[in-house]
Structure formats: C-alpha cells, structure tokens
C-alpha cells in the first residue's frame, strides 16, 4: 500500500509543470488526496487537497490560481498541475492520502518528487 510521486524536474520560472500521484495496493476512489511539500530548511507544508469524488477542492493563498489539483480514480491517479512557476515553489512535493475528505491527519506518505523552479 503506497502512494508514489513523480514528474518533478527543473523548470524555468513562468513555466509549467505537472507532477502525478499513483496508488498501488488499494484504490483511491475512497480517500482524498493532498499534495505537501517541503523545501529545503523549512517544515512541510499543505499545497492543496481534493475530496474523495473531486468535487471539493482547497489550496493554499501560496498556490491559489496557479495551481490545479486533479484526479482520475479509473486510473488510480492524482496529479498537480503547476503554472506560472516561482523559484520559491522549489521542493519535494508529496502526496498523502486520508478517508473521504479534506482535513489533517494525511497518511501513506510516499517518496516525493523533487521540482526546481530556476533559470
């Protein structure tokens, strides 16, 4: 039972980038999904969580209208697709997974992916 990030790279500011989040061993049609991530010599933070059945979206101020969060639960995925990049955007982004809906205590924490914002 796992989560596992990927799609990270470098990337120049401006620019684009979407990053997945695949489930394996269970199916995630029953979980909300969030995205965190932490950049070097800070905490982990919350970028933005999705319910269960996609209807309820949040974001952080951070990310607000740069960000979209996204998934696909015949496929087991999740994804977050990064606009108009900031080099302080630059982190390991994580997914996690908990019952139903947003909220706190967020499990399965797989390997993140790593995203650069820099020219």
């Known amino acids: 039972v796992q989560l596992q990030a990927s799609g990270g790279g470098l990337v120049q500011p401006g620019g684009s980038l979407r990053v997945s989040c695949a489930a394996s061993?269970?199916?995630?049609?029953?979980?909300?999904i969030g995205w965190f991530r932490q950049a070097p010599g800070k905490e982990r933070e919350g970028v933005s969580c999705?319910?269960?059945?996609?209807?309820?979206?949040e974001y952080a101020d951070a990310v607000k209208g740069r960000f979209t969060i996204s998934r696909d639960n015949a496929k087991n995925m999740a994804y977050l697709q990064m606009s108009s990049l900031k080099p302080e955007d630059t982190a390991v982004y994580y997914c996690?997974?908990?019952?139903?809906?947003?909220?706190?205590?967020?499990?399965?924490w797989g390997q993140g992916t790593l995203v650069t914002v820099s020219s």
């Open positions: 996690a997974r908990r019952p139903l809906r947003c909220g706190s205590n967020w499990y399965n």
């Open positions: 061993g269970f199916t995630l049609n029953a979980y909300a």
């Open positions: 999705i319910s269960m059945s996609g209807g309820i979206t």
